[in-house]
């Protein structure tokens, strides 16, 4: 079996959905190869010759390798304005590559005409796959790929639209190469799109099987092998992993102690119109598996990709030090309020966390069902900051509960309150197509397209995404408290890196 992470998207650790499925087939001794195409093809394409000839991308090829190791050393984030530069450098030496329409860059993957989110866009893609800018190194990759993997199935990780593009046109080199494999595709993008669409009947000759979910039982069946009671709940395997070549100050070691959201009621929010199901890994589980994969590879950091870490397992950190620095999200609750627990927290070697914000307006949590109000959120970053906790606080505009005046009061929150919160997102809000506030507002296509995930709507008080963009641009990205802490957010890499920095003016931790 082949297992394929194809490019864009932030290239900074080794993808953990790959990685579970690596774990689940390792445990059951399948033999299987795995390419991470998304950290091999932007480093190709890289370090690649193009004919752009202006200043910078002559400098960025030239000085590529020197970035890279700079990037990949704990002195990669002693220097924020050096990192930056950095960064920039190498993604201008990718970005080199653009061409027939399509914009690369070192997270994002664009076409000018066509998009992810048509499927007839998306089956031209895997027509001509000799029109896609990492042709060049994919076809000889999979092609090696292959000869060397056992087994007929190739199985495909997509995760975000940026991969779309790529996915489709490797799945499309190996259906015309290799017309017998058994392709199948799985991961985040997938997911979501089975949510509400039939993927089958539009990639039939395509693609022989779409994964909805964790796909370790699928892919134990593809290899004819009977998963067993543990196969859900495999420990990830890193090993098959270019843990050295990912851009980052350190190995970024990622681990999920569930899928799904505990809490899965925010109205807003994909996890509840998608209806996932919540499936934590027990605890006991999570103790072995973190504590076998931090001694095997000793990363930097751990990132949690949990879309909320559980309170057991928090509590479990805060006794139980995993033995690295980790960082992520985290709800706003009572227990995070509570200083002494949030001490515990950062002496377990906590390095950020990121928590969902939203607002500054009860009113609009309260809409919202994010299930706490902005007292409660003041004094979590209170007990976090005094910890020495620094957050990544995730804000979001637009929703049909939130007028101007709501926004002015998620202004007045963070600015009061910024020296409390180290990095910010700032988000204006999508309405997922099968949101339960759909119904009842007036909607259109947002994208234009049959995959398309979510609607434009009209908003009840007619606070839309234009008037949204100009209070941001002039009123809230402006203002003297939060201008400095957007300026430290890291280009490009943004929350992927910032628990490198310290989350004060770019100084590491
Ligand atoms: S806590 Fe986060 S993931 Fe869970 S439902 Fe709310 S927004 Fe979604």
Redesign the pocket.
Known sequence: MLLVHPPASRPCEPPPGLARLSGALTARGVAHEVIDANIEGPLHLAGSTCKRRDTWTVRAKKNLERNLSFLRSPEGCRTFDRYSRAVRDVERAVAAASGGGFRISLADMTQETLSPLRSTDLLLAAEHPDGNPFCEYFAPRLREAIARASGDVAGFSINYLGQAFTAFAMMGFLRREFPRLRIVAGGGLITSWMSRIDLGARFSGLVNRFVAGPGEVAVLGLSGVEPDGETRHAAPAYDRFPLEDYVAPGLILAYATST???????R?????AEENAYTPVPLDLVKDQLRGLVSRHVPAVVHFTD??LPAAVLRHLSKEPPGAPWYG?A?VTEELADPGFCRLLAASGCAMLKL?L?SGSDRVLDA????FDTALSLRVLKALRDAGVPVYAYLLFGTPYETEEDADRTLKFAAEHSDCISFLNLAVFNLPTKSPDADRLKTRQFYGGDLSLYLDFEHPGGWDRRRIKVFLDRRFRRHTAIAPILRRDPPIFTSNHAAFFGGRDGEAT
């Open positions: 799904g959201c505990f809490w899965g009621r925010c807003f929010c994909p996890e509840r879309n909320a999200f709800r969902g939203e919202m069902q994010k299930g």
